[in-house]
């Protein structure tokens, strides 16, 4: 059975850090494309930031420069850094593995940034 688990969400002041954790099992997580997505109330789930296997990242513009994605294959988990948090940011934040054998989802972390 396959579990992804977030944490480290939380409220934070504008220009505040967080540290995003999602720990996976039940999956071969080394062969697995890992992401961060997000939704907001009334907007769509969007990505963040994805990294596969060979560690090449992406991000979403409005992230780029602020936001940080790794994944350490020894403890099967991916973390998101994100720095200079802004209000626009707070979402509820969800980690998914991407895998041949399936499309698997956490059940997200709430992020929420004051001004």
């Known amino acids: 059975q396959v579990q992804l688990v977030e944490s480290g969400g939380g409220l934070v002041q504008a220009g505040g850090s967080l540290r995003l954790s999602c720990g996976a099992s039940?999956?071969?997580?080394?062969?697995?494309?890992m992401g961060w997505y997000r939704q907001a109330p009334g907007k769509q789930r969007e990505l963040v930031a994805r990294?596969?296997?060979?560690?090449?990242?992406n991000y979403a513009d409005s992230v780029k420069g602020r936001f940080t994605i790794s994944r350490d294959n020894a403890k099967n988990t991916v973390y998101l850094q994100m720095n200079s948090l802004k209000p626009e940011d707070t979402a509820v934040y969800y980690c998914?593995?991407?895998?041949?054998?399936?499309?698997?989802w956490g059940q997200g972390t709430q992020v929420t940034v004051s001004s």
């Open positions: 998914n593995a991407r895998h041949v054998m399936g499309d698997y």
């Open positions: 990294i596969p296997p060979s560690g090449n990242t």
């Open positions: 039940g999956i071969i997580f080394r062969g697995s494309v």
